[in-house]
Structures are given as C-alpha cells and as structure tokens.
C-alpha cells in the first residue's frame, strides 16, 4: 500500500520545482533529501558566525520568470535583486569593464580596440538571435525525432517552422554557433585579446573544455540567455543567498500539503515487473509510491540506486559514456571589510560585477591544460563576487562575503584523491590570485570554505562535482540529453522520472528540468497540464 | 515676494542639488513643479532594487506641503477631508483624499499631525485656495511652506538601520504613520515612517539649512547598508507594486478636468475606506451620500494581465467584445514577477460575470504588434512584504 503517488529522489531546486507542480495538481507527493538541509546545490549555509554563503551555486538569472509568476515565489521570500556588469583585471594594471549600458561597454572596447567598439553591437545583434531561437525551448519537452507519435511529429514541425523562421543566414550561423569554440567564435568579430579573454568566461563556467574547445561557443549563450527582469544578460542574486531559491520553492510545495524528508538517504529504487515501485533508504526502511522521479543526476541515479539487474546494458553504456567532467571548485570568504582592489578604485559601480583576474585567451587555455595533467590550474579562472555589496542579509554591516567560482580544478588528480593538503594548495593559488590584484585582501580573510570537485560531489551528490549534472555540449543537448531515447524524462522502467539537470534544458538554477519533468509526468497520470510555457519574446 | 526675473531661472534646484547632481552620472533630470529632480541616477532597475533591498533614497523637496494650525485645526481639516480626521492621533499621519461640490477627487495626499492642533497637508498640488475657503469661520491658520522644507525618502529594508546609525534614537520603535520629531544640528527634523514605496520606509522634512549636511551625512552612514540614490522612475515602478495611486496619472484632478465624465469620486477610485458620511459635514458629502445610493459609475481595480507585455494605456473589453474600461499605469513588476495594472472600469462590465481582457500594443524592431490578454482582479497590493509592518524595525 502506497501513502504517496510520488516520491522525489533529492531536495535540489529541481527535485522542489517537480514536487510542487505534481502537488499542486493534487498528487500526494514526498520529496526525500540525504542532507539534514534542502536545496542541493542552490544553498545557503551559516559556516562562520554571521556569514550567510551560497556554498555552491551563487549567481541567479536563468530561473524561468514563468515558473517565479506562476508559483508565486515571492509570496514564499523569494526576491531576486538584479546587479551589474563584470570586469578583468589585467597584468598591466588596466581592468576592462564589462558594463550593463550598451554604450558604456561600447566606449569601454573602444580603450583597447575602436574596430571591437563597433563590432560589438553586431555581436550584441548575433546573440539576441541566438537568445530568441533558444528561450522558448526551455520550457517544453524536445521531440523525439525518430518517433511517429502526433505529440513528437508536432513538436518537430513546431521546431523547424521556427528553425526557417530565422532566415537562411542566421539558419547557417545558428548551425555554425552551436559547433564552434568559443575563442573562433570571439575572433569573428574581435581582434583584442583582453576583450577575447573576457567575453569568453561564459563559454568554460561550468565545463571540461577550453575557450578553444568545440562546443564552447554555445555555453557562452547558455550563460547569456538569462535575465532579469526581461533585460537579456542580467544577472541578479537571489535575496538571502541561493537558498532562498529552494526555500520558496519549498514552500510553494508545502502549501500543496508536500512533504520534506530530510536526513533521508535513497539507497535503492525498487523495482518489480520492469516498473519502479518505491525506495529503501540507508537507514533500511521501504517507501513506496507509484511515481518515483529522481533529482539526481543520470550517473547517480542509475549507476547507484538501481540495481543493474533491473536494467537494460544499453543504458549501463549510455550512462557510463555520459559526460560529466568536475571542472570547478569553490571558495566561500568571509571578510572583515571590503577588499581594495587599486586598479579600479573603491565606488567603481562594477565593484559589484563579477570579477575575473585572467586577461588572455591564452592564460585560459593554459589553465585548462593543467585540468588535463589532473592539476589544479596554477593560474585558475575565478569568478568572483562580493554580493554583500547588493544584499545586506549575507554578512554583518560593513563586513562582507567573497563567493569565488575557480576553473579549472580536476575532480581526482594526477597525484590521486583530493587531500586536505590539496585543498588547502587549491585555496592558496586562489587566494595569491585575487591577493595579486587586492593589496589588504588577505589581511580581511575571516574565514574560507574551499571546496575541490571531489568536496562537492561527497557533499551535494553532483557526480565529479559538475556543476550542470553532464556537459552542455551539442552531442547531450535537446533530445540528446541525457542520452538518445530518453529525453522526455521518462526512464527505463515504468512510473520512473529525471528532472535534475541531467535532462532538458540542462544546468544552472532554471527550475525548468523539474517543471518540464512534471509536465510529463502528469500526461502520464492523465491529468491536466499545469506547468506554464515559455513567455513568448515575440 | 519673488523677485520680478525668476523666469530667469524657470525651474529650481533642490537644497540636494549639489550632491545629487554628482551622484546623477546619467545626467537624467525631469520636472517635478517648481523642481528639477533626477529621473534616474545610475541604472534604474538598480535603483529600484535598492528600495526593496537596501535603502533607496528619494528627493521629495517638490512635494507641495502645507501647515495648518491653529485652535480650530481638528474640526477644520474634518470639515475638508472626507474621512474622519479624529482618528488620525497627534504624531500620526493618514492619507486622504479631498473633494469638491460634486464629490470628486480634488486630489490626495497624507496629512501629519504634527503637534497640537497643527496639521501639515503634504500632496502634489497646491491647495491654498481650496484650503482659504474652506477655512472661512475656523480659527486657522494655513502657509505653505514647499520651498522652505526640504523632504528625504529614505526607502527600502535597511532604512532604519541608517537612521539609528545617523542618531536618531528609538527610531526602529516607530510605527507605520508615526512621526518623531528630532533635533538635528540645533534645528527641528522630523522623521515619520512613511513612504510611497510599500515596504519599510521613512520621510524626513528638515530646513534647508541642514539639507545637505543630513544629505551627506546619511550617505556616510549608510555606506555599510548599501544605500544608493534613486529617481522617479524607480519611485513609480515601486509605487505601482504597493498599490499606491498617482493623482494625474490615475484618476484627473477635478480641478484641471475640462471635459464631463473625466473626474473620479473616492468611491470610484477604490477609496471608499477614506470616506465618512457619518460626519456631520465635509466637502462633497451630498455629492458621496447621493452616489452611495445610486451607485457609482466607474470601479477602480488592480489587475494581474497574462503574458509579460505591459499593457500601458491598453483599452479593456468583456467576453462580448464591449469596451468595459482602460488601463490607468502598468508594469511589469520585477518583484512578482508578474505583468500588472491599475484599471478604471465601467458598464457594461460586470463584477464577477464579466471576463476582463487587454488589448495591448507593442513593439519589437520598430514593428508593432498587438495581443490580447486575459487579466484578473487582485485586492492585495502586488508587493506587500511583512517587514513593513513589523515593529520594531528590521535592524541590520
């Protein structure tokens, strides 16, 4: 006998996005978390006294506004606070600002290149393109290209209809976009090299490539077709850290009456007769439920919960050729005040954008290399911010929090498993980096939590610590992700579902894998759909 | 008396001239009466966010304020306003809205009580005449004083945090509508938590003499609670979301009306809350009392519009295709995320029956294209966080 009609395998954003919809809908729904807090990897912790981190993800622009209207989040304390541009630092002392006026940033190009000026308002119109083809995607199930069902067949008329109603030109373009390197795709239109190196961090955040990889050139759009608010690119932070994300999303759930078991590791999904009928938890109890939809990413969940017995080899292989590369580590700092970083000066506004200390594709490229050899990289990618400076929930008045996303970092090295020495070695190239560019930045340091690959795939789950549960790459993208045959979140054996990342449309805090996943599954239950559609930008 | 050349300079600085206009690096200025007031500071969505997440400081300077004072103050602005001005205690203040003979909406605006037996009326437009005739057989005395009063928002969570940094003891204690005053530099300033924001919030009105040093003072201060500057652009993106109307923009004011039909009555703006018609006399009261009976013509309502194109200015239509009404402001707002507006809307559109759907016309690469979308009827303003209820304040 069943109490629930659905059990969620992890209490990450998308695990919470599901259940709310499945409960909203009226199912009977429990959503089990191994950690004694919910969120995954949209979390905020209390390590240092009076320090409030967002441990792992920290930055909040791709949520689906129609899932944030339709949920009513900020009933639940959601407030996403938008917050401005990005900027390099560069070895001669210059810092190139990454503005959010359009002609700010246009004058800023023209002080190392006026050709780069100009062509950025056409690589500004390129991108819109992009960003317009791919947004309504986010928010529907891709169609199965090899099938004949009404439902796949009308779906891939809808997609090409939109595909030819780009015009011939952009068609090749978007083909040549989504194959290209994000370093070939910059030098089409820029011929400096710090204006390069800086546009193309959003093309290796989040992934095992280099700016010269294949593939990299469409992470980049994956990064830019967030908003705010409607102005494309905007990044913004979620008020009280990225937990409060999962919170309200929790709350949206729980006032559907859903139920949050925490400290409840899933060891097994039971199966019978080729259809998933509950779990058993580490501690051995057996819950049942007719749905089981798993949060965790394609890895996890079926090389770890299921019993191989109760699935087919095909997807075994599928599965152990999915990539999933730990690419990224993470600081979290607690600073006594504010950092002083000389080459800007103390009230530039972009003392609140995004940070990088990397001014060459080449120093990129180089970082990635050391990945390759199982190094840390000796002169790393950070992305770094103080979102103390907008939200004033996260740290005393006039202390201040650091969150600093590092690229590359392996998620074994070549010396074998992560040491505390390691980590320790991680944090210190980091800290000497920011340190080289900031002159009192050690001296604030109050307290780090740095967290290699390995320390965030032991804690949250994410396999080798990839931050978007599986490349974003062409080959596990749309109907291809996780894997050819299972991109409408259905899995091997009946009454069984993904709706973490690892699915359509893939990583970063977007609650669309869940909602998406939900929309399925209660076509399934043959109940009516209440998961919204994509806004139309038209 | 002003001087004869004042039309050599048409419009005036504020007394936070000269640091506003260093902090205004968009050099975004618009008109505001006698004022030039920044429309935006540095980035508006940013200026709007600093009101919802830290502290948001507005220039109120041309707000037209006036004093009332004298024995008979009480019974006065009773007789004026059309709610009942007793309930509103000394240190407290209450918005209302006044009428004319025909019991429409003149204009509105809060009422102080500063001390005993003196009021200050703040609104946006000037009042003394309306104020002089009413005033006949009462023992008042009525000045405006808009040019000699310089007027702060201090907007957003961390707002009393600042203040208490910059001095001003038990400022946290202070309730919604309540007023204190200070000492500040040896003159009188008196703080009173309030806004046009929707969230904690408190208005400041000192003498010019110690605008600027207040000005500067509170910027220091509030450096730590990330404080940042804001224009009227922010002010009516923040103002929408609370639920709070703009005399102008929202209904016309009576007084400037030309045409039949354009003016609105409380009634008619969803005000009905700010009328008494159990008070003996007030202007307009015939007028409310006759509409009371046979209903009013036009209902005021808060709408949340599918799809996320504002529907500024949008004619409303019922399933019938009829027109039953038009949009008054609309937005999107950024913290509901969520496409909403204020609506005037009248037969034959029926409360409860009647669908409501916008006809909204946009743009996109120059092109205009136009939807419609189906709205429904909110009560609660879109924005409405506990926090600007809770004493004593959030402290940070």
Known sequence: MSKYDAIVIGAGHNGLCNAAYLAKSGLKVLVLEKNDYIGGAAVSRELEEGWLYSNCSYVCSLLRPEIYRDLNLQKHGLQVIAYGGSVTFTKKGDIFGGYSDHDLSRREIGRYSKKDADAYVRFSRDISKQCRFIKPLLMRTPPDPTSFKPKDLNELIWLFKRLYGLGEETIYETIRFYTMSVAEYLEEYFENDVVKAALSGSGIIG???GPYSPGTAYVLLHHYMGEVDGSIGSWGFARGGMGSVSNALAGAFQEHDGEIMTNAEVKQILVKNGRSVGVVLENGDELYAKNIVSNLDVKRTYLKLFEHGDLDEKIINQVENFKIRGSSGKLNIALDGLPEFPAMGKNNPLMHADMHFIDSLERIERAFDDWKNGR?????????????????????????????????????????????????????????????????FKDLIVHAEIRSPQDIENEVGLTEGNIFQGELTMDQMFFNRPFPGYSQFRGPVK?????GSSTHPGGGVMAAPGANAAREILFDLKRENIVPEAENDD | MLQQNHYLKSVYETPFHERTSELNILNDWTRWKDYTVPNSYFRVDLEYFAARNSTAVFDYTPMIKHRIKGKDALEYVNR??????????????????????????????????MRENEYWLLSAERQLENLAVSAIGFDVEIDELTDDVAALGVQGPTSASILKAMGFQEIEMLKPFD???????????????????????????????????????????????????????ALDL??????????????????????PGATRSPYELGLSWLVDLSKPVFNGKAALVEEKKRGSKYTFVKLNINGNKPASGSYLYNQANKKIGTVTSAMFSPSAKANIAYASLHEPWKKGKDKIIAEIYYQKDLEWNRVMEEATIVTKPFFDPDRKRATPAELY
Request: some cysteine; overall charge negative; proline content about 5%.
């Open chain 1, 207 to 209: 992934t095992g490539l």
């Open chain 1, 376 to 440: 840390w990289s000796a002169d790393p990618y950070c992305d770094t911010l103080i979102p103390t400076l907008t939200d004033p929930t996260m740290a005393p008045p006039g202390k201040h929090y650091m969150s600093v996303f590092v690229q590359y970092a392996p998620p074994k090295l070549a010396t074998g498993e992560w040491t505390d020495k390691d980590r320790e070695g991680f944090g210190k190239t980091v800290i000497d980096q920011i340190g080289e560019y900031s002159p009192n």
């Open chain 1, 495 to 499: 009454g069984f579902y993904m709706c």
């Open chain 2, 80 to 113: 004026f306003f059309t709610r009942d001005m007793t309930k509103i205690g000394l240190h407290r203040v209450g918005y209302a809205v006044w009428c004319d003979e025909q019991g429409q909406v003149i204009d509105d605006g809060t009422v102080f009580h």
């Open chain 2, 179 to 233: 007023i204190k005053h200070y000492s500040y530099h040896g003159e009188e300033i008196t703080i009173s938590r309030t806004g046009f924001t929707g969230d904690l919030g408190y208005e400041v009105l000192m003498s010019n003499s110690v605008a600027l040093s207040f000005y500067n003072e509170m910027f220091a201060k509030g450096e730590i609670y990330n404080i940042k500057p804001a224009g009227l652009e």
């Open chain 2, 238 to 259: 923040l103002r929408i979301e609370a639920g709070l109307l703009q005399p102008g923009v929202d209904f016309m004011i009576a007084e400037e009306a030309i045409r």
